[in-house]
């Protein structure tokens, strides 16, 4: 969207970078009532200070698109827990320490859409591909079925689902170079991709910062132009889970 | 007494492991499943999938080689074998609902005769229900075995005529593990496969709510 903004006067020429100073400037401009796709599973390639600054700049009555519904009282969960969220999209509702949204959705003032994890992840390619939706065996005969139109396409019965378009992504990447190329580390990878091409907005945190050029071409997943906003946190590895 | 004695959960896990062949590519749910991998012997070349985007997942690490950054999607942490490698989630759910998995192996809360397979609620008014990627495994892997104890804590049936808890899919399942034997899903329904030694088909039968065939 912001190809015009992001270009700066570098001498007398234009040149793209897309890093902005801070967190609070990354999230300029997000409005109430934004479908906001965080990235991240397992609290790995998770956008903490995305989400934390979210919190901090106040946007409300958000439908938040992310794998889980939060877990324990940070990130996501405390999002909820302010009650910003009036809608959760997930394929997880419960895991270990989901408090905060078992006590919202209790309370009645949290929309719950439960979506299967690959249908979801399919949902948002197929929005980042431009398919507005697509026929999947995933489900069919289920609950997830329910008020779904049904079909049966080479002797399966399949259920249509709608791609989920984001007004804005929250992502983490592990390198990223000023016209936005991201090269993601290990499992920190999962959503981030997928969701970068599925919204009007793409927003990055990055571990690191690259020059342009030094990202090896035939390593970078997400190219520049699926990338709005940069900002540079670095954030550390991810907490190590003792079970 | 009786004469014969359930199998633990890690000899169920080394039971279903012994069935799996060397060069398929296999997914472990949550639970009993993610046991399975231990007993795969490491020169066997199975290859693993996690839906977080894992293909080539080996054992979990030792505490000097734990990687942050690398986890199974039961959020374990795990390492990377020799040929492995990583993509994203669109991608690594396009690998099971591509049909490009050889075996999915998932927990059960009811396995029904006709290969109906519940794992995900016990009610239908949940509270904070956890599909996950269950349904997408159960509906893309080209095989699906279900790990399940035999009976409810309370002695309630879990293979069944037909499922009482919320599907997962419908008519997927091809063979069921239990601590007491081993089914295969059929078109007549359950066929005994193996039991543990002593048990008597009626005993099994007492604890199986649909009919079990012996081939």
Redesign the interface.
């Known amino acids: 969207m912001s190809g015009e903004n992001a270009a700066r006067h570098c001498g007398d020429t234009h040149m793209i970078d897309k890093f902005v100073r801070s967190v609070a400037e990354a999230l300029d401009g997000i409005k109430d009532g934004a479908i906001v796709l965080v990235g991240g599973?397992?609290q790995?390639g998770e956008p903490r200070a995305l989400i934390d600054g979210l919190i901090e700049q106040g946007a409300k009555n958000l439908t938040v698109v992310h794998n889980t519904?939060g877990r324990g009282r940070e990130g996501v969960a405390r999002l909820i827990g302010e009650g910003r969220v009036s809608k959760i999209v997930c394929?997880?509702?419960?895991?270990r320490g989901?408090v905060l949204?078992?006590e919202v959705?209790?309370r009645g003032a949290i929309e719950l859409e439960?979506?299967?994890?690959?249908?979801l992840?399919?949902r948002?390619?197929a929005a980042g591909a431009g398919v507005p939706a697509f026929f999947?065996?995933?489900?069919?005969?289920?609950?997830?079925a329910e008020g779904k139109e049904s079909r049966v396409i080479a002797g399966r019965?399949c259920i249509l689902e709608h791609a989920i378009f984001g007004d804005v992504a929250l992502i983490e990447a592990w390198r990223a170079d000023r016209w936005g190329n991201l090269v993601?580390?290990?499992?920190?990878?999962?959503?981030?991709?997928?969701m970068a091409m599925a919204a009007q907005l793409t927003i990055c945190q990055t571990q690191h910062v690259a020059e342009l050029g030094e990202l090896a071409p035939e390593t970078i997943?997400t190219p520049g132009i699926c990338v709005d906003r940069l900002v540079h946190v670095a954030a550390g590895?991810?907490?190590?889970?003792i079970? | 007494m009786p004469n014969w004695k359930p199998l633990t959960r890690e000899e169920l896990a080394a039971r279903v492991a012994r069935d799996i062949p060397e060069g398929w590519s296999v997914n472990l749910g949550i639970g009993i499943p993610t046991l399975i991998a231990n007993y795969v012997p490491h020169e066997r070349e199975v290859i693993f999938h996690s839906e977080n985007g894992i293909v080539g997942m080996g054992p979990a690490p030792t505490p000097e080689k734990l990687d942050p950054w690398l986890v199974n999607a039961s959020r374990q942490h795990v390492t990377l074998r020799t040929g492995g490698s990583y993509f994203h989630h669109a991608d690594s759910f396009a690998l099971v609902r591509g049909g490009h998995l050889d075996l999915c192996v998932l927990g059960a809360f009811q396995v029904a005769e006709n290969g109906d397979i519940a794992n995900w609620a016990r009610s239908d008014d949940e509270a904070a229900p956890a599909i996950g990627g269950a349904m997408d495994l159960a509906a893309g892997a080209r095989r699906i075995w279900a790990v399940m104890e035999h009976s409810t804590r309370g002695g309630e049936h879990r293979l069944l005529h037909r499922c009482t808890y919320p599907l997962t899919a419908k008519g997927v399942t091809r063979r069921v593990f239990t601590e007491l034997c081993v089914l295969d899903v059929t078109e007549r329904g359950f066929v005994l496969i193996d039991k543990v030694e002593g048990l008597g088909l009626d005993e099994l039968q007492a604890r199986t709510g649909a009919a079990i065939r012996s081939v």
């Open positions: 599973f397992a790995i519904a394929s997880f509702a419960r895991s989901s949204f078992e959705y209790a439960m979506v299967p994890q690959g249908t992840a399919e948002l390619r999947t065996p995933t489900g069919a005969g289920t609950k997830i019965e993601y580390r290990e499992a920190g990878r999962n959503f981030n991709p997928v997943v590895d991810p907490p190590v889970v079970s």
